[in-house]
T-cell receptor
Framework: GQQLNQSPQSMFIQEGEDVSMNCTSSSIFNTWLWYKQDPGEGPVLLIALYKAGELTSNGRLTAQFGITRKDSFLNISASIPSDVGIYFCAGQGGSEKLVFGKGTKLTVNP | KAGVTQTPRYLIKTRGQQVTLSCSPISGHRSVSWYQQTPGQGLQFLFEYFSETQRNKGNFPGRFSGRQFSNSRSEMNVSTLELGDSALYLC???????????FGSGTRLTVV
């Protein structure tokens, strides 16, 4: 089945640093989504990308839909303690099914 | 605007029992999807319903089933529970295919 390779698995950074994570796939996707999940809660949508090459920002977050449609990255600038959590990428092909990466666990040291 | 509501939040069941989980989507959303989240496998797609019809199904055994009602509320059922079914079950709704999936907080199922 389809799989997404998300990296890194975890990151430990200092408050104020920038963060970058990415996802790659062997399959082409029509949509890339980035979610953040806090403990005990469901994933919350951060950014949705619908077109190859698209670069979208949401506050300090920036994400891009790769030209090949097989990859995407998420950048967080000037990290703050509340950025702590697990970040997931998700790809959507021709059906409604979302294929998720394994997540990047972010720890921000104040 | 109320979000996606899942009930119950926590559930403990014994092996061999069955369980029913409920999901109320955002008002106006007609698509409801279910996902299983475990530490080992991550988030795995179970199935998706739209206007009371199952449109897509993941690679789970037939013990996992679901349905959607005319008011778009959805239920999923797991029969003959196994220890490995312990997981966070998440429901997501969207207005239509491929747009704006909003997740609920999930139901934490523990099978003992």
């Amino acid at each position: 089945g389809q799989q997404l390779n998300q990296s890194p698995q975890s990151m430990f950074i200092q408050e104020g640093e920038d963060v970058s994570m990415n996802c790659t796939s062997s399959s082409i996707f029509n949509t890339w989504l980035w979610y953040k999940q806090d403990p005990g809660e469901g994933p919350v949508l951060l950014i949705a990308l619908y077109k190859a090459g698209e670069l979208t920002s949401n506050g300090r977050l920036t994400a891009q839909f790769g030209i090949t449609r097989k990859d995407s990255f998420l950048n967080i600038s000037a990290s703050i303690p509340s950025d702590v959590g697990i970040y997931f990428c998700a790809g959507q092909g021709g059906s409604e099914k979302l294929v998720f990466g394994k997540g990047t666990k972010l720890t921000v040291n104040p | 605007k109320a979000g996606v509501t899942q009930t119950p939040r926590y559930l403990i069941k014994t092996r061999g029992q069955q369980v029913t989980l409920s999901c109320s989507p955002i008002s106006g959303h007609r698509s409801v999807s279910w996902y299983q989240q475990t530490p080992g496998q991550g988030l795995q797609f179970l199935f998706e319903y739209f206007s009371e019809t199952q449109r897509n199904k993941g690679n789970f055994p037939g013990r996992f089933s679901g349905r959607q009602f005319s008011n778009s509320r959805s239920e999923m059922n797991v029969s003959t529970l196994e220890l490995g079914d312990s997981a966070l079950y998440l429901c997501a709704s969207s207005p239509d295919r491929g747009t704006g999936y909003t997740f609920g907080s999930g139901t934490r199922l523990t099978v003992v």
